[in-house]
Nanobody, 118 residues
Framework: QVQLVESGGGLVQAGGSLRLSCAAG???????VGWFRQAPGKEREFVAA????????NYADSVKGRFTIPRHDGRSPVYLQMNSLKPEDTAVYYC????????????WGQGTQVTVSS
């Protein structure tokens, strides 16, 4: 079982930046790490993902050009660099992991709050 711990959330003004970190314990045979978010009253949605130990990434249309997962070196942690933040980015951000290729994300962190003020 992979243990995931997010950090780096906080309060920022619109247009500002934050960097989230996802530390993975017991990360042998990891396949990918993803970032998701859930705003109040809304369903959890996909934000971005990276193949472990690579620069292969995927982003939701709503964050393309603003959020970036830097190239990963095969060691924990995985970062999410968030620039040009908007109030609609306010949510609890979760990292998730999977050890094999597939549609599901079996492992989840506890989440970190990101609040963007207008």
């Amino acid at each position: 079982q992979v243990q995931l711990v997010e950090s780096g959330g906080g309060l920022v003004q619109a247009g500002g930046s934050l960097r989230l970190s996802c530390a993975a314990g017991r990360f042998r045979s990891m396949y990918a790490v993803g970032w998701f978010r859930q705003a109040p009253g809304k369903e959890r949605e996909f934000v971005a993902a990276i193949i472990w130990g690579s620069a292969i990434t995927n982003y939701a249309d709503s964050v393309k050009g603003r959020f970036t997962i830097p190239r990963h070196d095969g060691r924990s942690p995985v970062y999410l660099q968030m620039n040009s933040l908007k109030p609609e980015d306010t949510a609890v951000y979760y990292c998730a992991a999977k050890t094999i290729k597939g549609d599901t994300w079996p492992e989840w962190g506890q989440g970190t709050q990101v609040t963007v003020s207008s």
